[in-house]
Nanobody, 126 residues
Framework: EVTLVESGGGSVHAGGSLRLSCVVS????????MAWFRQVPGKQREAVAT???????TIADSVKGRFAVSQDNAKNILYLEMNSLKPEDTAMYYC????????????????????WGQGTQVTVSS
């Protein structure tokens, strides 16, 4: 069973930084897409960043230049580095994963994912 467990959320002031981590376990995939999503109650879920098994990333325009996604394949950990945080970044952040049929596949922000973590809350105050 594939499980994803996020950590690292919290409360920060605008302009601050946080690093989210996601431990992914139970998978034996040779190729994958993983991503971070965020959601505010009452609003549509938003894909923030994706990364594939070749470490190719796609970043949403809303966070480009401020957020970065990375992975440690040896430890099976996905990261989201968030800098210059704004109050509008306040949301529940979810780590997600999807196996792919071939290596190096592009992971578009609009793709769907089968596996989701429970989420970690990020709150940015002005």
């Amino acid at each position: 069973e594939v499980t994803l467990v996020e950590s690292g959320g919290g409360s920060v002031h605008a302009g601050g930084s946080l690093r989210l981590s996601c431990v992914v376990s139970g998978y034996m995939w040779q190729s994958w897409c993983m991503a971070w999503f965020r959601q505010v109650p009452g609003k549509q879920r938003e894909a923030v960043a994706t990364i594939n098994d070749d470490a190719m990333t796609t970043i949403a325009d809303s966070v480009k230049g401020r957020f970065a996604v990375s992975q440690d394949n040896a430890k099976n950990i996905l990261y989201l580095e968030m800098n210059s945080l704004k109050p509008e970044d306040t949301a529940m952040y979810y780590c997600v994963a999807q196996s792919m049929g071939f290596g190096g596949a592009w992971c578009p922000l609009a793709m769907s994912f089968d596996y989701w973590g429970q989420g970690t809350q990020v709150t940015v105050s002005s």
